[in-house]
């Protein structure tokens, strides 16, 4: 299987790392040297997907086209060079023409009747902001009194946005993938964000209660059935009360969760997403065992190590693979002697979630951990 990656950062990474792990052949397009995903894959090629000598150089040999970027005019460049190649283009536009605008899947939220959290000024403070065509992160602020949202709502009056409540409560996300009449879902991981609202750990499997897994994943079905989802979309919860509160959804390749739920269950999503779109019906995802895998970022510096979102990893340039790394058994880094500051995205299997838990830190402490805000994380999610 060869496949064509549009896009090099963060889901480009995502994207080369699971072709890898499936066997695949991975052809990444950016038009950045550095990206960090063009020392993952198989072959790069710098240039810009809408140029369409660039894509046809890509295209060729080629059994099916990755989106990892969320551009809408290269997205609908690149659907229509697949089309006029007779080939598969793993994207659902319609599905993501709602995902990427925060108040149109909101309102698909209320006419389903899934729980989310109260839009403003149907709940007091705080809240939480969001630019309403930004995906994950990105733009998110914690709104505590009047004040701020002055200040807020003038810093993005140029913009659409959201205001709803703030939840306090764990986040866990699950990946859904359809073909147009059916869907399955993947496995339930649970996410730790930094102080930025950016993910900067996942776990899986989640620890949640049976019957709240099982409201979950209704919800998430319900969500596809109205989409009727071609492709693949995550859909991200709070749980809060014990009640699941919908964030929101993404319909395009996530980063991180695929790669944790790889290395717990060995399903692999992109190949579920590849196999969807090139037989018919759907394939069977069999999780038989489901081991404990922990995903980690982290940031190495004259001051120490750091634990941060993702965010960090799209901007360290090219990232290649290291077995055993700091003691995981996976990692992404940029790491090569001489180069400071670094940083590194750690992966971890074994039987229970507090014995990856205790290998993070010894990592830390191998990285010349000094302290302070690694520490502290640690910490916390310990006691947690």
């Not at 190949?271 to 940031?299: F, M, N, T, W």
Request: glycine share 10%; with cysteine.
């Amino acid at each position: 299987m060869r496949i064509a990656i549009i896009g090099g950062k963060l889901q480009g990474v995502e994207a080369a790392y699971l072709a890898r792990a499936a066997g695949y052949h991975s052809v990444v397009i950016d038009r950045d040297q550095n990206a960090p995903a063009s020392g993952l894959c198989d072959t790069f090629i710098l240039g810009d997907a809408l140029d369409r000598e660039v894509l046809r150089n890509a295209f060729e040999g080629a059994d099916a086209v990755l989106p990892a970027i969320e551009d809408d005019e290269v997205l609908e460049h690149v659907s229509r060079a697949s089309g006029d190649m007779g080939l598969p283009f793993l994207h659902d536009g319609h599905a993501y023409g709602i995902s990427s605008s925060k108040l149109e899947s909101d309102r698909m939220f209320a006419e389903l009747g899934i729980p989310a959290p109260l839009p403003w000024p149907r709940c007091g403070f705080p809240l939480i902001g969001k630019p309403s065509g930004q995906s994950g992160s990105q733009g998110v602020r914690l709104i505590e009194d009047a004040p701020q949202l002055d200040e807020w709502t003038r810093l993005n009056a140029d913009e659409p946005y959201v205001l709803q409540q703030h939840l306090p409560g764990p986040s866990y996300s699950l990946e859904v993938v359809g073909n147009g009449e059916g869907c399955v879902a993947l496995q339930v991981t649970e996410l730790f964000m930094d102080e930025s609202y950016d993910c900067c750990r996942v776990a899986a499997p989640a620890l949640l209660a049976p019957g709240v897994e099982a409201e979950f994943r209704e919800i998430s079905t319900r969500i596809a059935r109205r989409l009727k989802i071609k492709g693949v979309f995550d859909v991200e919860i709070i749980l809060h009360d014990n009640k699941c509160k919908v964030l929101e959804i993404d319909a395009r390749l996530p980063s991180q969760t695929p790669a944790a739920v790889y290395h717990s269950t060995g399903v692999n999503l992109l190949e579920v997403l590849c196999r969807s779109a090139l037989e018919d019906g759907l394939p069977q995802v069999d999780i038989k065992r489901e081991k404990a895998a922990l995903y980690q970022h982290i940031y190495v510096d004259g001051r120490g190590v750091t634990v941060l979102g993702e965010h960090i990893m799209g901007t360290c340039g090219p990232l290649h693979l290291e077995r055993g790394f700091l003691g995981a058994d996976m990692a992404m880094t940029n790491w090569r002697p001489g180069v400071f500051p670094w940083a590194a995205t750690l992966i971890y299997e074994g039987e229970t979630r507090k014995e990856l838990i205790f290998r993070q830190e010894e990592s830390i402490r191998r990285a010349e951990w000094r302290g302070g805000r690694a520490g502290e994380f640690l910490n916390q999610q310990r006691e947690g």
